[in-house]
Structure formats: structure tokens, C-alpha cells
């Protein structure tokens, strides 16, 4: 017979994994409990996040004294800012705050120590920065051991960058406030010196012998030296902001004052000078010098300061030039007033100093006013919008469920495959294609496996109490007492299909092992055959176990052992309905349904030793 090719389809595979759903649920319990304990051992220490936003504004137009910001695009704007809340600047701030760097630590001991250096290098790896969308918003996050401390350096780095942004923005106004301070100081006490001085000369001095036109060339006369000598002071803070200036360098708030006396030329370059030194300031708090940044700024700042130079040097020889005449005049007047009195200099040189100390304590006072407003309208681009609070839970917590999820997939998909590749190895037969397939014989019929479970609701329903309540004599009777079952209508279908076969007059119905259900089969098949009104003899020959006699109630002896044995006739052997009225199960079970009056059987007889050698005699 030629085997058949039989492909397994969606059914098959339904059936399959009915059949290992033990296997499956194995396998997917196992792979499960692995995701999670594997979960548990790799939990790291946890690790908390804390988010503080501070807001950038954008400064356009800033006018004032000292001050002038070029503004930027803001996306460069923001760009530059980021690079800064990370900055050492910042950063060396914050270690202070949090106490991980002595206070009194400068610059260069941060630079040369490496235990310093790594704490600054801890916290800025620990800090984030990332902006908010296209808004002017940085979110600030920080990440640590605890809650508390990520909370604490999220807030500390953001309160740092903005008072290093403010600091980095006003920087000019502060250091000019202070030095106006200090000479407004110094001024106020020589003022007070001059007028005592002033005071006690007009006192111990008589003037009145002196004439007017006297005092009026005394008077001119220290005018004059008190210019030159204005002059020459103002040259020489000219001439050291020069120097400055070709060192790179800030030109302090003195020899700035001095400079910028002459407003229509040296201002507006001036303001540039210090405005792309401020800036390549704060660059160099992020980027190093050789950065194209850096060097751009590089390139505006030289040119800024040839063209100052060209100013300082055009105003100092002015200076010069000023001088040379006031002093030749100077000259000349000295040989007129050769024969002045000295009373008359000498007062109005006092008057002079009165009067310069004067003028420049109100000049000095009217600035300091200025700067004093300036400072309240410092410029201030950082604003704290929402602070830091302590996060609720650590951001590398384990995820359970998504890694449980992951775990059911994995096993279900691993139980799959693992109960595909064992079916594959099972041998055992399982359709009705392997049989066919395997002993090349037509397969005549398929009798469903009926359960204990089943068994039991067909024996429930007998209200009249014709069926015996003996499972195994249900089972092996179920055609007999259930005639309208499925189960019953397959041993139809296996006797109909039987019957086609004219040679098939004895049927042998055998198993590989023990309680298989050989007693069942042929039972129910004998009925079947005999309620169609045919003659069927069964003949029990399992020496081992006999079922036979003991289902139907009759006794073993004399069976097929005898008659082998020669000891009794078939006719005495054989047990009809007769004898299973008159046996143990009496009349109304031997009359409950149709088809055993058709039936003879034949018990297995007495036992012997020679079981083997009889069958197969």
C-alpha cells in the first residue's frame, strides 16, 4: 500500500499544544521564575533623579552706564547657556555649597589637586541639562544616592548658574560701584582736608593789602598749574589703560572714567572691547582656547583693540600736546608775577583744591547714584521657575511587569517550540494517517475515549434504575444500555465497515499492554453485530486477566481451557442468556436492551500453567 504524505495543519497544531499543555505550562512557569529572579539579582543600588527648570531670558536692548549686551539668537543663546550650568565655574560653586570643597580653596588648588578636580568631574557627570521643546526653559536634572541629595544638588546647580549668569552679565557695574566707592571715600576726606586747610589760612592770613588785579594773576596762575597737572594725571591713567589694553587685558573702572571723558570717539569702541572680553570670558568657562568660538572672538577682539590703541594713543598725545602749551604759558605768566606776594598764591591754591575736591566729590556722588540704580536693574537672564523636589522613586528601579510580560512571552513561545520538537521525536501513533501510514491497512473506524467523568453523567440519568452502578460493566455494556449515544453509533460504524469485509468472520481484538480496553471494544462490538440479528460468539482468551465472566456474572469454569484441554464439549462451555438470567445479574439486566440473545460466551476456563502453549496450538 502506498504511504500517504500528510502535512499538519492549524488543527494539528491546536491539538498539539492541547496534548503538551503541561509541557507548555512547564516551560513557561520555568522561564518565568528565571526573568524574575534574574530581575532581582541585577538590580542595581537605586539611583533618584530630581528636575529643577530655570528660564533664560533673551536681553535685546540694555543701555545704561558701563553696560552694553550684544544679543543673539536665542537657540545659540540657549546652546551656550547649557554648556554653562555645566561649566567648573558652576560646578566649583556648588562643591562649595554642598560643603565637598573647602570655601577658602582658590582656582589654582582646584586646578592642581585631583581629588578636587574628580569631585567637580562626579557632579557634573551626576547633572543633565536638556531644554523644554522650543521654549527659552532648561530643565536642570540631577541624579544620586538618595532622594534628598538629588533634590539638594538639582537646586544648588540651578541657584549657581544663576548666580554666576548675573555675576558674568554685571560684572562691570559691580567692580565699577566699588571703585567709586572707595574714591568717593578718599575725595570726601581730602575735601574736608582742603576746606580746614582753606579756613585756618584765612585765619592766621591778612589779604586785604593786596590789590585786585594781584589777586586775579595769582588766581589764573594756579588755574593753570592746577590744569597742567589735571593733564598730566589724566595722561598717565591714558597711557596705563594703553598698557592694559596691549596686555588683553579689562581697563579698570579709573583709567575708564579718564577715557571716557572724550564720549564722540573712544566710547563706542571702548564698549566693544570690554564687551568681547567679557565674552570671551564666559567662552573660556566652557570651551577651551583653541575652540571656533574662542578664536572668532579671537579675531573681533584684535581688531577691537588696534582700533582702541589708535584712540588712547590719538587722546594721550592730545594730552601731551594740551600740556606743552598750558606749560608755555605758564612760563610766561611766571615772569609777570615774579614779585606777587606769596599770601595771594598760596590762597588761591587752597581755594583751587577746595574747589577741584568739591566738583569731584559731586561727580563722584552723581555716579555713584547712577550705579547704585544700574545695580537694582542688574541684568538678571536666569530665573528659577520651578524648583527641585524630592523624587518619589529611583530611576533604575526594575520594571517587574514589562520584565514578567516579557517572560510570558518568551516561555509561551519556548514551551511552543519545545512541544513542536517533542511531538516531533514521539512515536507513538496519534492519527489515524500514522496508522494507515505505518501497517499499511485501511483504518475501519475511530471509537471516541469515553472518561470517568462522562461515564458517570450517562449513569446519572438512569432514573428507573436499569443500568447497574458497576462502572467497568457500563463501559463494557454501553452499547447495550445506551443505544443512543455517539459512542454507540461508532461501534455502528466499526461493525457496518466490518461487515463489508467478507473474509473478516473471526476478529481478534488485542492489546500491547493490560487495561488498554480490549474487554470494552469487543463487547461493545459483539453487541452491535448481534443486534442486527447475527449469531456472535466472544471468546475470552486472556488467561492472565479474566474480565469476561466477571462482567456478565457467570462462572469461569468450564471455558476455552477445557475445551482445549479436551476435558468438556463446546456446548457445555458455552454460556448463552439463559446463563445470565440464571447468574448474578439476573433477569431484568439480561432483558434491560436487545442483542444479547444473539450472544454466546465463552470464559477463559480453569486455569493452568501451559497459557502460552495453548494459544498457540
Known sequence: MEKKSYDLSIRDYLFIFKKRRKTIALV??????????????????????????VRVERITDVTGFLMEVISYPLGDVLAGQMEMIKSFAVMERVAKAMGVIPRDVTVEDLSATEAYRNTIAALRSAVSVERQGLSNIIAISATA????????????????????????????????????????????????????????????????HLSEKEMGLARKLVEIEGKIE???????????????????????????????????SVLSVLNNYSDLLLKKRNLLLTYFPAHPEVKAVDGELANAQQELLKHLSAQSQGYQTRIELLAAELQTL???????????????RLQREVEVNDTLYTQLKTKYQELLIKEAERIEEVSIVNPAVKPGFPI????????????????????????????????????VEDIESILEVPVLGVIPFLGEKEL?????????????QDPELFKALFTYLVPDHFLTEAFRI?????????????VAISSPATREGKSFVMMNLAVAIAQMGKKVLVIDADFKVSMVNRLFGIPREPGLSDIILRKVPFTEAA???????????????????????????????????????????
Open 575 to 617: 454460556r448463552s442468556i439463559v446463563d445470565l438470567i440464571l447468574g448474578e445479574r439476573g433477569f431484568d439486566f439480561a432483558l434491560s436492551g436487545t442483542g444479547l440473545e444473539n450472544v454466546q460466551i465463552l470464559p477463559t476456563g480453569s486455569k493452568t500453567p501451559m497459557a502460552r502453549e495453548m494459544l498457540s496450538v
Open 28 to 53: 513557561l512557569f520555568l522561564t518565568l521564575t528565571a526573568v524574575i529572579f534574574g530581575t532581582y539579582l541585577a538590580t542595581p543600588s537605586p539611583r533618584y533623579e530630581a528636575t529643577a527648570s
Open 494 to 506: 466499526l461493525r457496518t465497515a466490518l461487515l463489508k469485509v467478507e473474509s473478516a468472520r473471526v
Open 334 to 348: 611766571h615772569e609777570k608775577v615774579s614779585l606777587l606776594p606769596t599770601e595771594a598764591v598760596n590762597f588761591q
Open 456 to 468: 458517570r453523567e450517562e449513569m446519572d440519568k438512569d432514573t428507573e434504575g436499569k443500568i447497574p
Open 396 to 431: 533604575n528601579s526594575p520594571s517587574y511587569l514589562q520584565n514578567g510580560l516579557l517572560g510570558i512571552l518568551i516561555g509561551l513561545l519556548l514551551g511552543v517550540v519545545f512541544s513542536v520538537v517533542y511531538e516531533s521525536f514521539d512515536t507513538s501513533i496519534t492519527t
Open 145 to 208: 544616592a538618595t532622594p534628598e541629595k538629588a533634590r539638594q544638588l538639582a537646586n544648588l546647580v540651578a541657584e549657581k548658574y544663576r548666580e554666576t549668569n548675573i555675576a558674568s552679565r554685571n560684572s562691570r557695574v559691580f567692580e565699577a560701584k566699588d571703585f567709586v566707592e572707595k574714591q568717593l571715600s578718599q575725595v570726601e576726606e581730602n575735601l574736608q582736608d582742603a576746606e580746614d586747610a582753606l579756613r585756618s589760612f584765612r585765619e592766621g592770613a591778612s589779604l586785604a
Open 230 to 264: 589735571d593733564l598730566k594725571a589724566e595722561k598717565a591713567e591714558v597711557d596705563y589703560a594703553v598698557t592694559q589694553v596691549k596686555a588683553g587685558k579689562m581697563i579698570n573702572p579709573r583709567n575708564q572714567l579718564t577715557v571716557e571723558r572724550d564720549l564722540s
